[in-house]
């Protein structure tokens, strides 16, 4: 019988199949939007009016900017489990101390016993939300201990730091896949939860926005209002929720030509949002200043400024669009901020630096579509001062009054 019998299996007697013309995958599998068909006009665009497909959708591969910033994508591990409490208990532990000594001290003691280790022979069997986890209290320990600009591999690190917890460390850095993870991002980003469940899911950056927010590893102590340090963290998560719309606008902008009629409108709305987010900022440093001071603010925030670590990234994207922030900086310093990010972030902030470069030629042209430009940069320097103006209270031990800087 040949029923069933396919082309492959059939004798060689049989007469050789009719061969369908060669068609591209894409085309066979329906048209894709890189691929219009012939006379259909324009190609579709998406809500934040990008082609899709282009640009740099398919750089930052899974993670798309567009849906949530670089905010995670999931709300931060609140409690983790098993042995990994270890972690959880020291890292409010060293929040907690007095003093870098004290801290130190507390994480002498988790090596001596035997506690660093066996987290350490536990890192790669850790989820990548799990890791991220992981990370964030990995980078609140390493700057409650003084040691967040430490390189955990290098031979110098073992002459001041807890060779237990540098293993640990670099385990963690190596299953993230980012080595300079202890700064602003690790730090806020991923320590946050909202204060209470949710009747219904929410997106994470409407999440973030909406609910009352509550650190999930505290500066404070448990029971007594969050201090400045703590706040100062939750607004910098606050402001990445907020400026999910200036991610979708960098999209709009890449690749556009300076005299494009939609150039205009994105940059008219890129001011709109910047000056929005500097008004989120003057109400985050209303509350800021009436939180408690602590002993400790002054020196981490202060530490975490000098080495570059408190850069938020959504004024790093920002920057990427209109090429110029608080202070002008060339490509090394750019690069400088950016090592805090995780490489899929840090790819698209490169994309962006190159898509954007023809509206950039706006900065040495006349016209109305130049002066809109130079308005974006003007708020986007506005909008830096007041954030160093919010990290100056945060890190002041008497409230400081946020109009004097900003």
């Given amino acids: 019988m040949t029923t069933g019998t396919t082309t492959a299996e ?5 007469a050789p199949a009719r061969r369908r013309p060669t ?19 324009p190609e579709p665009r998406t809500a934040a009016g990008a082609v899709p497909g282009d640009a740099d959708a398919r750089i930052a591969g899974a993670h798309d900017p567009r849906a949530h910033g670089f905010l995670p994508e999931r709300p931060p591990v609140r409690s983790m489990i098993g042995t ?13 101390a007095p003093g870098a000594a004290d801290a130190v001290a507390a994480v002498e003691r988790s090596g001596r016993a035997g506690e660093l280790t066996a987290l350490r022979q536990r890192v790669s069997r850790l989820s990548p939300r799990n890791a991220e986890a992981a990370a964030m209290r990995i980078a609140v320990i390493a700057v409650a201990c003084g040691w967040s600009g430490l390189d955990p591999q290098a031979p110098a690190a073992r002459r001041c730091a807890d060779t237990g917890f540098l293993d640990l460390w670099s385990a963690i850095a190596h299953r993230i896949d980012h080595d300079q993870f202890v700064a602003l ?3 806020s980003l991923h320590n946050w939860a909202p204060e209470r469940k949710p009747r219904r899911h929410l997106p994470i950056d409407q999440l973030a926005r909406t609910e009352q927010l509550v650190p999930i590893v505290r500066w404070a102590p448990e029971g007594e209002p969050l201090c400045r340090l703590d706040r100062l963290m939750l607004a910098v998560t606050r402001l990445e929720a907020h400026g999910i719309w200036l991610f979708r606008l960098a999209e709009t902008l890449a690749g556009r030509a300076p005299d494009d009629s939609s150039t205009r409108t994105a940059l008219r709305r890129l001011v ?7 008004a989120q900022l003057h109400e985050e440093a209303a509350e800021l200043a009436d939180a408690p001071a602590t002993a400790r603010q002054s020196e981490v925030i202060g530490t975490l400024a000098g080495q570059g670590a408190l850069e938020p990234p959504v004024l790093q994207a920002a920057d990427a669009v209109l090429g110029i922030g608080g202070r ?3 490509e090394g310093g750019r690069q400088l901020l950016r090592r805090h990010l995780p490489a899929h972030h840090r790819a698209w902030l490169s994309a962006m630096d190159r898509h954007c470069a023809p509206v950039r030629t706006l900065a040495h042209r006349g016209g109305p579509d130049a002066a809109v430009y130079r308005e974006a940069q003007e708020s986007l320097i506005a909008l830096r001062r007041t954030y160093t103006a919010l990290i100056q209270s945060a890190a002041a031990p008497a409230s400081v009054p946020l109009s004097a800087a900003a």
């Avoid at 059939?10 to 049989?14: M, S």
């Avoid at 068609?23 to 006009?41: E, K, L």
Wanted: net charge positive; charged share 20%; proline share 10%.
């Fill in 10 to 14: 059939a004798p060689e007697t049989a």
């Fill in 23 to 41: 068609v591209p995958p894409a085309q066979r599998a329906g048209r894709s939007a890189t691929v219009p068909r012939q006379g259909s006009g």
């Fill in 84 to 96: 990994w409490t270890l972690l959880d208990a020291l890292a409010r532990t060293a929040a907690l």
């Fill in 185 to 187: 991002p690790a730090l």
């Fill in 272 to 278: 709109r949002i910047q000056h929005a987010l500097r």
């Fill in 328 to 330: 002008r900086m060339g």
